[in-house]
């Protein structure tokens, strides 16, 4: 059976000018890094140090499949 895909929301604070991460599956996780990419790089292993502090982790435990969904918003240019 598939394992279900812990749901991260990720979104672009214009004011802080940095990519903030949270969760409601993974209890504690709040993370932000300056690019997406970087928050990208940094997301598993940090949720993977979350769940095992949180008792997850043990023999026979299979990763922990995640989804990011990201947020960003911007405007277009109307040209004539």
């Known amino acids: 059976m598939k394992k279900q895909a812990a749901s991260i929301s990720a979104a672009w604070d214009e004011e802080s000018r940095v990519w903030m991460a949270t969760s409601g599956d993974i209890p504690g996780l709040f993370a932000q890094a300056d690019t997406f990419d970087e928050l990208l790089r940094l997301l598993p292993e940090l949720v993977g140090e ?18 990011i969904m990201a947020h960003f918003h911007s405007t277009a240019a109307l040209h004539r």
């Open 50 to 67: 979350l769940l095992t502090a949180d008792g997850w982790a043990g023999p026979g435990v299979a990763p922990v499949p995640l989804e």
